[in-house]
């Protein structure tokens, strides 16, 4: 063969070594790109924490829900301890405001109450004292009335008989009684007299309220005498 026949055949020959060689290359590349690939994946997975780091943050706030489910017990307990403070303090309110509580009671003065005198029919020579608290809060009538007619010289005695078992107590607005005897029946009491003014006194006061007589005055005698204070007409009047 002539040295013009091989140099066509190594061409061919370098020309076959060359696709080859850029075959290989291919090939590499194909890899290159599968590890290309590989390093897709490999930042895929490097945003996990990412999304990893959502799932702490929803955990996060599932344990804000949590804290605040810790809280309602907390508030619970604060509202119980509020609803238990309420309670003592309207208990407290409830014994503060009670009307019959020494605390909350006053006397019954010429201040806080007014009073009628008015003569009855039944019975003989009566006159029946009627007291109506005025004042806001309850109080208390001690013992009898103290009767002081125009020109007496002396108090009226009370007729023992008559004492309650327990001091009369009124209500802003309630009512207690007591009964004069004016004079006595049969003469006994002596001449007598006619009086045109009472004032009625309470037991531990100085002061005095106007009970206003009829016009033509009453008949009393040396007999005159009253009951202790009472919560009944009817009691009062059967002394």
């Known amino acids: 063969m002539s040295a013009s026949a091989r140099r066509p055949r190594a061409g061919l020959f370098a020309a076959a070594t060359l696709a080859l060689a850029a075959l290989t290359l291919a090939a590499c590349g194909n890899d290159d790109a599968s590890g290309t690939r590989d390093e897709g994946a490999a930042n895929s997975s490097s945003t996990a924490p990412e999304s990893g780091q959502e799932k702490s943050g929803a955990g ?3 344990g804000g829900t949590d804290g605040a489910g810790g809280g309602d017990p907390g508030g619970s307990s604060g509202g119980e301890g509020s609803g238990s403070s309420g309670a003592k303090e309207n208990s407290g309110g409830g014994t503060g405001s009670d009307p019959h509580d020494p605390a909350n009671r006053v006397p019954c003065t010429a201040d806080n109450t007014s009073v009628t005198a008015t ?9 029946l004292l009627t007291i109506s608290n005025t004042g806001a809060k309850m109080c208390d009538l001690a013992g009898y009335p103290i009767l002081k007619f125009d020109g007496a010289q002396s108090v009226p ?11 009369t107590s009124l209500k802003p607005g309630g009512k207690g009684y007591a009964a004069a005897i004016l004079s006595a029946g049969d003469g006994s009491g002596g001449e007598g007299r006619t009086a045109q003014s009472l004032q009625i006194g309470f037991q531990g006061s100085d002061k005095f309220a106007d009970a206003a007589l009829q016009a033509k005055g009453v008949h009393i005698d040396d007999k005159l005498r009253v009951t202790y204070w009472l919560t009944s007409s009817a009691d009062a009047l059967t002394s």
Do not use: F, G, T, W
């Not at 003569?119 to 006159?127: C, G, I, K, W």
């Not at 005695?157 to 001091?167: T, W």
């Open 157 to 167: 005695p009370v007729i023992e008989d008559s004492k309650p078992q327990a001091v």
């Open 60 to 62: 996060e706030a599932a």
């Open 119 to 127: 003569p009855v029919s039944r019975p003989l020579n009566y006159m």
